[in-house]
């Protein structure tokens, strides 16, 4: 069935760098929209990024906007988000999530997220 | 940035009775070129990820019981649990994918009386 898995979460050093990963299978990773979607500790949802499904537009939440950048690749059918200078405030879970049918879609499918931690 | 307000913060409700969020969004969701309101709704279990329920603001996703059902358009949605479960104590959370960045309601949590 379909599934995402992330990984690459940690405790890092405040504006260190860290590469978070998610694992696709059961669908055709070229077909969807992926974004990154993150929960800070006893907090709500915050959408971070997202890239359509050529790869070809990205767009970022402003908190995140210079600092991080959502890439994939196609033949490990994976999706990555590369976290540089990191700051306290991105503490949180870093889910990965399918838009459903677009870039503009309801998210139908979440991994079990990643563990970020910024704290020195 | 479109800015959802959830409403109430937290819902305390019997076992069988009906249970009614509110969610407003700061402009319209309603891409008029296709009628259809950018609004998902979200269930979201303690150490769980997010689980979607409703998207379209009324279009169930598949395997999401009927007694969830969702309203609105424009600007004001709601999500009903037309009979309240044990299964359904969670929080939820309202969306809007009509524009980046795009953005979540605070949430509600809903708990058994």
């Known amino acids: 069935q379909a599934q995402l898995v992330e990984s690459g979460g940690g405790v890092v050093q405040p504006g260190r760098s860290l590469r978070l990963s998610c694992a696709v299978s059961?669908?055709?990773?070229?077909?969807?929209?992926m974004d990154w979607v993150r929960q800070a500790p006893g907090k709500g949802l915050e959408w971070v990024a997202v890239?359509?499904?050529?790869?070809?537009?990205?767009y970022y939440a402003d908190s995140v906007k210079g600092r991080f950048t959502i890439s994939r690749d196609y033949s490990k059918n994976t999706l990555y988000l590369q976290m540089n200078s990191l700051r306290p405030e991105d503490t949180a879970v870093y889910y990965c999530?399918?838009?459903?049918?677009?870039?503009?879609?309801?998210?139908?499918?979440w991994g079990q997220g990643t563990k970020v931690i910024v704290s020195s | 940035d479109i800015v959802m307000t959830q409403s109430p913060d937290s819902l305390t409700v019997s076992l069988g009775e009906r249970a009614t969020i509110n969610c407003k969004s700061s402009?319209?969701?309603?891409?008029?070129?296709?009628?259809?309101?950018?609004l998902a709704w979200y269930q979201q279990k303690p150490g769980q990820p997010p689980k979607l329920l409703i998207y379209?603001?009324?279009t169930r996703e598949s395997g999401v019981p009927d007694r969830f059902s969702g309203s609105g358009s424009g600007t004001d949605f709601t999500l009903a649990i037309s009979s309240l479960q044990a299964e359904d104590v969670a929080v939820y959370y309202c969306?809007?994918?009509?524009?980046?960045?795009?953005?979540f309601g605070g949430g509600t949590k809903v708990e058994i009386k």
């Open positions: 402009q319209s969701v309603l891409y008029s070129s296709n009628n259809k309101n950018y």
């Open positions: 379209w603001a009324s």
């Open positions: 890239i359509s499904y050529d790869g070809s537009n990205k």
């Open positions: 059961g669908f055709t990773f070229s077909n969807y929209a």
């Open positions: 969306h809007q994918y009509y524009t980046t960045p795009l953005t």
């Open positions: 999530a399918r838009g459903r049918a677009g870039m503009y879609d309801a998210f139908d499918l």
